[in-house]
């Protein structure tokens, strides 16, 4: 029934191509005690390229993890909360398919976390810009294993560890193929 329902809304016309954006280790781990583990300067600056003037869905404790919202950008938090309480301009909405419906005027909404948020997402995703940490890291919060079947690597820029960087990492980009068989 979840695939069905994934698959009608994919094929809404109405339906932005919804962009995943996530920096991962090697192991999966995407954070720990609800904060990032590395400190990435430039992965932050491209975060804040790409979502800049766009819609980010995210969980609430992705949401709480930042100290305001971010400027130029719509925040759509989904929790189970009741009258959970946000600053003047976010969206609150109960499920990943209300926060694509509040998205659907954005020509590229973000989902942004966190674990959880990304496995409600992925199938509604066309998109995936992949920060790949090439370390193993000890976190809490993992990012799911991605079936390669269903999406083709289309981009690729490795970055060395330097002074700015404490390890190496690469920027990849997938594209949800269309031809499954």
């Not at 809404?12 to 090697?26: D, G, Q, R």
């Not at 003047?88 to 694509?100: C, Y």
């Not at 690597?153 to 949800?176: G, L, N, P, Q, V």
Request: with cysteine.
């Amino acid at each position: 029934m979840f695939a069905l329902k994934c698959l009608s809304l994919l094929n809404t016309k109405n339906h932005p191509p919804l962009t995943v954006i996530v920096a991962v280790s090697e192991n999966q781990v995407i954070g720990k005690d609800n904060d990032l583990i590395w400190d990435l300067s430039i992965d932050l600056k491209r975060f804040k390229t790409l979502t800049s003037g766009h819609h980010m869905i995210m969980g609430r404790k992705t949401f709480e993890s930042f100290p305001k919202p971010l400027p130029n950008r719509t925040h759509i938090v989904i929790t189970r909360q009741k009258n959970y309480r946000v600053p003047e301009g976010v969206v609150v909405v109960n499920s990943i398919e209300k926060a694509i419906e509040a998205v659907v005027n954005d020509e590229q909404p973000y989902i942004i976390g966190g674990g959880e948020i990304y496995k409600q997402a992925l199938p509604y995703a066309s998109i995936i810009e992949l920060t790949r940490v090439h370390e193993n890291f000890d976190g809490d919060t993992y990012f799911p294993e991605i079936d390669l079947n269903q999406w083709e690597e289309i981009k690729r820029e490795r970055i060395s560890k330097d002074e700015k960087h404490a390890c190496d990492f690469s920027f990849i980009t997938y594209k949800r193929q269309t031809n499954i068989n």
